[in-house]
């Protein structure tokens, strides 16, 4: 579904050049969970934002459903409709109420009536037990709840993968759990996921495969059990003794 | 009171009833200022449509140039220009430059508020570019994750937020340029300001014309004042709590 060869990603800066990705292959296939971890720094947000070009990458290829779309002339819009993102800071739009932030796209890009759209939000809605706050606006939310319509919002677009960004590193401690209870929800239903994430217990029990990344590269992937419990990269080992 | 008014001659106070009557009543003179009212509110109006919609476009080629700087590279210098050449040089010149010169045949009334139009563009512009570029990153991204163009990732999600940043500062821009307007009597408009001062010019009275023409104005403003303020608590109503 996904296919990455060789991806490379340098920042220019005024420091000089800075090489965040230096050369990554994978394939993410359908249904698959793909939890990545790593130290701070380490690129794993800029390998997801690579994904859906919100990073340009410098180098390599990035394929989705057979089309590469870090080609030039390649209709990044559309291909971001099939990819919901879901943002460490939730960035809900705050001068929408809660419905009009979902159905905004959908409706903007006329693949729904204002009506089917709605209807689809409320049903979305309903399903993580927000329906009551349809009229709210973002700012009356808190954290939690505020991310888990982040990922309603992604989708209403009825995409094909589902890809996250620190999805609870900005919440407070007790807003976790709700949040990973959405995506969980998610991944039972068969959605393919890729999750840059912290959070070491949801990549145990979600987890089709793990990734470690570290200074631009993958060091490690293997299935949850094998990866926590057998590692074999030193700096693998080395992390997993700090984070757990 | 009495050392205050001692050089004042009490036929001052004593008159003012025979003034007032002179300055407004006879022949109907309060018309000066009534349309002088009317003149200066149009002209303010016209400007400050005319400004918003400038102001807008030149802060939108501004930031796409800004963002991608092969875009809009000849459009950008020209903006650029305009906002260095009206906010370099005063009102007043533009103006007389304006109806003198560049529009010499055109209705002066209209020509004047294209004048002040194309100032008040100016400032806004550096307003509105501001404005957008408090909008948080993250809302494009949001916006074009979702498959929106960047067109409409501006008009539907960045737009809408900048304009609720910088509303309070375009709105006090216009409270500014209804102020301004005040020196269109320069080129022979008959604006509020200078149809107070044909009332004096006629009557050699300019206690009474030039006060009221002041009154007007500040009530004007302050009227606009409190539009301000309750636009203000409207807008911030989506960020309570």
């Known amino acids: 579904m996904i296919s990455v060869k060789n991806l490379e ?56 459903e057979g089309t590469q779309i870090n080609a030039p002339g390649c209709d990044v819009d559309q291909l971001r409709r099939k990819m919901g993102m879901v943002f460490q800071h939730f ?73 996250f960004d620190e999805p609870t590193s900005a919440l407070d401690p007790e807003m976790v759990g709700e949040v990973l209870q959405v995506m969980k929800e ?13 959070e070491m217990n949801f990549a145990r029990e979600v987890a089709t495969r793990v990734l470690f990344m570290d200074e631009g590269l993958v060091l490690e992937e293997a299935k949850p059990d094998e990866f926590f419990d057998h590692p074999k990269n030193p700096r693998l080992q080395d992390f997993l003794s700090k984070v757990l | 009171m009495q050392t205050l008014f001692a050089s004042v001659p009490l036929s001052f106070f004593s008159d003012l009833g025979q003034q007032f009557y002179d300055d407004f009543i006879l022949k109907d003179r309060y018309m000066y ?43 950008n210098k020209i903006c650029g220009l305009y906002l260095t050449v009206i906010r370099g040089t005063p009102v007043l010149v533009q103006l007389m430059i304006m109806v003198y010169f560049i529009f010499a045949s055109g209705e002066t009334l209209l020509v004047a508020m294209l004048a002040f139009g194309i100032n008040s563009g100016a400032y806004v512009a550096e307003v509105i570019r501001s404005g957008i570029q408090s909008v948080d990153r993250g809302q ?11 067109r409409t990732t501006m008009s539907k999600i960045v737009l809408p937020q900048a304009f609720k940043n910088v509303a309070p500062a375009v709105f006090n821009e216009f409270i500014a340029l209804l102020k301004e307007t005040s020196i ?58």
């Open chain 1, 186 to 198: 998610l991944a039972h239903e068969g959605m393919t996921m890729v999750v840059v994430t912290h």
């Open chain 1, 9 to 64: 990603k340098t920042f220019h800066t005024q420091r000089g050049d800075l090489q965040v990705l230096k050369g990554i292959n994978q394939e993410i296939q359908k249904g698959e969970k793909v939890v990545v971890v790593g130290p701070s720094g380490s690129g794993k947000s800029t390998f997801l934002r690579c994904l859906n070009l919100l990073e340009m990458p410098t180098g390599g290829e990035v394929w989705f």
């Open chain 2, 140 to 150: 494009i991204e949001a916006g074009r994750s979702l498959g929106l163009n960047s």
């Open chain 2, 184 to 241: 269109a009597g320069y080129v022979g408009i008959q604006d509020l300001t200078k149809g107070g001062d044909i009332i004096r010019s006629i009557t050699y009275d300019a206690f009474m014309p030039l006060f009221l023409v002041a009154a007007i104005y500040l009530v004007l403003v302050i009227l606009l004042t409190m539009c301000l303020s309750k636009l203000e608590r409207r807008l911030h109503q989506s960020d309570k709590r």
């Open chain 2, 33 to 75: 200022i009534v349309q002088g009212f009317a003149n200066t509110v149009v002209i303010t109006l016209v400007a400050v449509i005319i400004g918003i919609i400038l102001g807008t476009l030149v802060a939108l080629v501004r930031i796409t140039h800004q963002n991608n700087p092969k875009k809009l590279r000849i459009l």
């Open chain 1, 91 to 163: 960035n809900l739009f705050p001068h929408l109420s809660v419905l009009k932030n979902i159905t905004l796209a959908p409706v903007t890009l006329k693949l729904k009536s204002e009506k089917e759209a709605e209807d689809k939000a409320m049903q979305l809605l309903k399903r993580i037990g927000l329906q009551d706050k349809a009229n709210a606006y973002p700012s009356q939310l808190s954290g939690g709840q505020q991310q888990r319509i982040a990922i309603v919002r992604a989708l209403a677009m009825e995409p094909d993968v589902m890809l």
